[in-house]
């Protein structure tokens, strides 16, 4: 049995300027074009968002801090690598905090492969690495993002849109469900 669903893309908004992209969800979509439209009819539900970024996620090389401390000799496999240095991004899981599920980007560094990347962000101590329970890495030629004179046409309608938590709507346990039949009952049986 073959695999029908679409690709899989992690979805990176950025709801102000001065803050970095964070890792909000994934959304599953033919290509990096819908999936960023995807992206804004799903997490771009208040018109805080000023930028969004969609990356394939076969194209971001992860890794845990418990992956990184069961697999010492994973460094020096890492060898120095010939080819062009590139631009990848760093993007971080400092908490382990419920509510924040989420990868926030810390920074870029350039190097040949993701794995020296992830290397040398560690090594060269620009990075809160200590701190650090997940590593993404992400070469830049993958991020499809938003354009300047995309932010009316893809955020702007949510202007109008009216957001609620869930908690706004109340929620009715199925005991006072029960007990609330037990009483229409008994009314209509007077």
Not at 28 to 57: C, I, M, T, Y
Not at 66 to 79: G, I, N, Q, R
Not at 152 to 177: C, E, I, M, N, W
């Amino acid at each position: 049995m073959s695999d029908t669903q679409w690709p899989r893309y992690e979805v990176f908004k950025q709801d102000n300027p001065q803050k970095p992209h964070e890792a909000v969800g994934s959304v599953h979509a033919p290509d990096a074009e819908l999936a960023l439209q995807n992206g804004r009819d799903v997490f771009v539900r208040r018109p805080s968002a000023v930028s969004l970024w969609v990356v394939k996620a076969s194209n971001i090389f992860t890794m845990t801090r418990e992956e990184l401390e069961a697999t010492p000799d994973f460094w020096p496999k890492v060898s120095k690598a010939a080819g062009t240095p590139t631009t990848f991004h760093l993007f971080t899981k400092t908490s382990q905090r419920r509510s924040m599920t989420f990868v926030r980007h810390a920074g870029q560094i350039e190097a040949v492969t993701p794995e020296l990347a992830l290397r040398d962000a560690i090594e060269n101590g620009r990075f809160d690495a200590d701190n650090v329970w997940v590593w993404w890495v992400v070469a830049d030629e993958f991020i499809h993002r938003s354009q300047a004179d995309d932010i009316d046409s893809l955020f702007a309608p949510a202007v109008d849109k009216t957001y609620r938590q869930q908690s706004h709507y109340g929620f009715v346990s199925p005991r006072r469900q029960k007990h609330g039949r037990e009483k229409l009952d008994a009314d209509e049986r007077r």
